[in-house]
């Protein structure tokens, strides 16, 4: 079952909530998946599928999922066009969000892909929610999304994607009562927690129905404004956006040096610029080759072919041959040596890992990096940058 997509939907919220301007700089471009949304909407599909017929993921690995979320043998029938083939990470990272969705779902009413139509907000206010759970004895809602990308760490506080969603759970039936709602986050393949959790009162999702109320509003005005930040990486009109054009022209190439004075104020808006700047740079290149690719000129610039990676066609015979030449097994074999924590941690699930190796596994840091005071990592003290110095010169 595919979702249905507004243009004012929830996954965009975050982007026309900052950038009103962005929803009409957005109504006339085409819809096009991205490499990662791909991948994504196929792994949402098997999420849903094992959901809804009891099946854990591991059951599918090798098989195919097509973009209409149909399930499909390789070689056995009609094949889609437009399917992906479940792999070992793939099937992990589903699972993760089965077992979460069911520890919770013990007992209690649970809904998957549950569509909703907030018509008494704005017409075009609809979409569907991975999962919803109902508890009719404590009146709770649990409202869980499923994030497959490692790239962007999501948090479900104050997340008005998250907080859309449950508005949408709470009027989906409309004879439920609700007191608490429990906002749910499974992302197992980025950095942190596997699946964080953030509740909210029911009185605080009515404001936040009265402020998506707003927010809509304000995205239909004739002179919407437009901002650039942090929410332009995922915006399909980035790379055409003349706000994010400005921030590249007005952005100091080389204002800071080492032992130069500098404002510090104008040194975090530079800081602040970075993250939009790289989102734009991003959106120009995927829009540029999205255009060639369909037979678009662009002056000064052509499609090539990427780095050609060499691989062995038939690794047996390569190595008789060069055994036979008088190489030594040695010579031509890789050692064989044990996986990294990461992968050995997927191979055995992260309870059997933790039980069996955790005591000989070192996390240590590889530097420091800024980040923005809301970020929730401890900032590091003039004597933990000693340490690292040590660390670097040891």
Known sequence: MKKAHSHIGASGAERWFAC???????????NTESEYAFEGSRYHGLAAYCLEHGF?????LGWGVSDKDQIYKPGVGEQPEKGLLVTQEGAAAVQTYLNAVREIAQGKE????????????????????????????????????????AGVVVDPEDNPQLLYYAVGAAFAKSNRVVKEVHLGIVQPRAMGADVKWWAVDAIDLLDFAETLREKVTATEADDAPRHAGEHCRFCPAAALCPKLAEVAEVAPV?????????????????????????????????????????????????????????????????????????????????????????????????????????????????????????????????????????????
């Open 20 to 30: 009103p301007g962005s929803v009409a700089a957005c109504a006339d471009l085409p």
């Open 56 to 60: 854990n993921a591991d059951r599918f």
């Open 110 to 149: 649970m809904d998957v892909e549950v569509k909703f139509h907030l018509a008494h907000i704005h017409p075009d206010l609809y979409g569907t929610a991975d999962c919803v759970i109902y508890d009719p004895k404590t009146y709770g809602l649990w409202v869980i999304d499923f994030k497959y990308g």
């Open 254 to 394: 080389d204002e800071y040096k080492p032992g130069r004075a500098y404002d510090p104020e104008a040194l975090s808006e530079s800081l602040g610029r970075i993250k939009a700047l790289n989102g734009w740079i991003k959106a120009v290149e995927s829009f540029a080759l999205s255009e060639m690719r369909r037979g678009a000129e662009i002056p000064g610039y052509k499609m090539v072919e990427k780095r050609a990676v060499r691989t062995w066609k038939d690794v047996d015979e390569a190595k008789r041959m060069l055994l036979g030449d008088g190489r030594a097994e040695a010579e031509i074999m890789e050692p064989a040596c044990l996986r990294s924590p990461a992968q050995v941690e997927e191979l055995v699930g992260k309870k059997t890992f933790a039980e069996l190796v955790g005591e000989f596994v070192a996390a240590t840091s590889s530097g420091v990096t800024y980040a923005p005071v809301s970020d929730k990592r401890p900032a590091v003290n003039k004597n933990h940058l000693a340490d690292f110095a040590e660390m670097k010169t040891a």
